[in-house]
């Protein structure tokens, strides 16, 4: 039996048995700007740019009009995901290719507004978070009319008393994988209703939720309906820097009468199929837990590391799991009241904790029915993000927001309101479904 070691443990050991041989950082080939987002608060606008590793970058202001710009050196053309819109004194963002392999980032602002460039944080051992301050004039009340129309991208704000120390600490990044896609449709109900169509729109308001919550930022392995390899999908998590891949499916079985939900995560047979794998691959293994190499490792030491590393993820995986399925058990019937295990490749990722989540049975005329309502689809989101954020209080990664909540004495609420805690984090209740069960 696997002995199941907390994540503190594990990359401690890992760190001590790194020092029997040298130890060589990953080093991508290009980097990536994977987000860009804007907020606004009490007068000063602040521009977030997360990178999936450190690079080296300059800074400067311009003038007539007023400008803020962001070089990148060694970052690839394509941002992941769309620029944000005008807000506060941000009236635009665009990127553009500049000689050298760098990446311009030009920020066009308000007249009378002042940026700086805040100190390099890190997001996670992969990635780090730039952040742009601007303070300027407040916006014209024509832009604000002008706005008025457009969907509000702004998160809720936190809700705190004067004194409150200002909330700090990185964002926990979500990986959602929204399964099938492109020429694979996936399940097909009885009435015709494809698994890839509703499990994408699960998965985008899993990821829209996810994004309005303080300390949380989701990606998607997909928005659109696209074909991705099951390793092309772990490969874009991990890329992202996520610290949890949720995989969105609707199960089918030969049987019409079979309902409900159901959650899975990597089965131990499938583990050691992995590791087999991985030590295989040693030349290509050079990300491991903090950039540990296998390629100059003794055999037995690479497949101690590669353990270690899949036993606390697992044991995460597990962890989180029970929280969704437990949530879940809120707006639906429940298939099997404990998680499951299974050798399913998109939970192989060595490194990332990760689940797969059977929303429903599709096959079933009765869940197709239901899964065919936006409310209904709406709650299943609503209770997977209920159980990883809970996941998050009760495990709050090193350096995040929810690690300086718990710290503090305080809890993150659901509207991102902050409340008193004299014994830590405490359970939050979810969004209250609507009426019925899926």
Same mark, same amino acid.
């Given at each position: 039996m696997k002995m199941r070691l907390s994540t503190a443990l594990c990359r401690a050991l890992l760190l001590c048995m790194a020092l029997a041989g040298p130890v060589r950082p990953a080093v991508a080939d290009v980097s990536e700007l994977q987000a860009v987002r804007v907020a606004t608060e009490q007068g000063t606008t602040r521009v977030f740019f997360d990178l999936s590793e450190a690079v080296p970058h300059r800074f400067f202001t311009?003038?007539? @009009? /007023?400008?803020?710009? !962001?070089? #990148? *050196?060694?970052?690839? $053309?394509?941002?992941?995901? &769309?620029?944000? %819109? +005008?807000?506060?004194?941000?009236?635009?963002?665009?990127?553009?290719?500049?000689?050298?392999?760098?990446?311009?980032?030009?920020?066009?602002?308000?007249?009378?507004?002042?940026?700086?460039?805040?100190?390099?944080?890190?997001?996670? @051992? /992969?990635?780090?978070? !730039?952040? #742009? *301050?601007?303070?300027? $004039?407040?916006?014209?009340? &024509?832009?604000? %009319? +002008?706005?008025?129309?457009?969907?509000?991208?702004?998160?809720?704000?936190?809700?705190?008393?004067?004194?409150?120390?200002?909330?700090?600490?990185?964002?926990?990044?979500?990986?959602?994988?929204?399964?099938?896609?492109?020429?694979? @449709?996936?399940?097909?109900?009885?009435?015709?209703?494809?698994?890839?169509?509703?499990?994408?729109?699960?998965?985008?308001?899993?990821?829209?939720?996810?994004?309005?919550?303080?300390?949380?930022?989701?990606?998607?392995?997909?928005?659109?309906?696209?074909?991705?390899?099951?390793?092309?999908?772990?490969?874009?998590?991990?890329?992202?820097?996520?610290?949890?891949?949720?995989?969105?499916?609707?199960?089918?079985?030969?049987?019409?009468?079979?309902t409900g939900s159901s959650v899975y995560v990597l089965s131990d047979k499938g583990a050691t199929d992995e590791q087999a794998r991985w030590l295989a691959d040693r030349e290509n293994a050079a990300d491991l837990v903090g950039g540990i190499s296998l390629d100059d490792k003794d055999p037995a030491l690479a497949s101690v590391l590669v353990d270690l590393t899949q036993g606390a993820q697992i044991w995460q995986s597990m962890t989180a799991a029970e929280r969704v399925l437990r949530s879940l058990g809120r707006v639906n019937t429940v298939r099997k009241p404990q998680v499951q295990q299974a050798g399913f490749v998109v939970l192989k990722s060595p490194d990332i904790p990760s689940m797969l989540v059977e929303t429903a049975f599709i096959s079933s005329p009765q869940d197709e029915r239901l899964l065919g309502i936006p409310e209904r689809r709406t709650a299943l989101a609503e209770a997977i993000f209920d159980g990883v954020r809970q996941y998050f209080i009760d495990h709050p990664p090193d350096g995040s927001r929810f690690a300086m909540e718990r710290d503090a004495g305080r809890t993150v609420l659901a509207t991102g309101a902050t409340e008193a805690s004299g014994g830590g984090p405490k359970a939050t209740p979810g969004a209250t479904p609507p009426a019925g069960r899926l």
């Open positions: 311009l003038e007539d @009009p /007023r400008r803020a710009v !962001l070089d #990148l *050196e060694g970052v690839s $053309e394509r941002v992941v995901g &769309a620029l944000p %819109a +005008a807000q506060g004194s941000v009236l635009r963002v665009r990127t553009g290719p500049q000689p050298d392999g760098v990446l311009r980032v030009v920020i066009e602002l308000r007249p009378g507004s002042r940026a700086t460039l805040q100190p390099a944080l890190s997001r996670s @051992p /992969r990635g780090q978070r !730039l952040v #742009l *301050e601007v303070a300027g $004039e407040a916006e014209p009340a &024509a832009s604000v %009319a +002008a706005a008025a129309d457009a969907p509000d991208p702004v998160p809720l704000k936190p809700i705190k008393a004067a004194h409150a120390p200002p909330v700090q600490g990185r964002v926990v990044v979500v990986a959602i994988d929204p399964g099938h896609g492109g020429q694979d @449709p996936g399940a097909i109900g009885p009435g015709g209703t494809k698994e890839k169509v509703v499990v994408l729109d699960i998965a985008k308001q899993l990821a829209a939720r996810i994004d309005r919550e303080p300390g949380m930022r989701a990606v998607l392995t997909r928005d659109g309906d696209v074909f991705l390899s099951l390793r092309e999908r772990i490969r874009r998590a991990r890329a992202a820097g996520a610290e949890l891949f949720v995989s969105v499916h609707a199960d089918a079985v030969p049987n019409r009468e079979v």
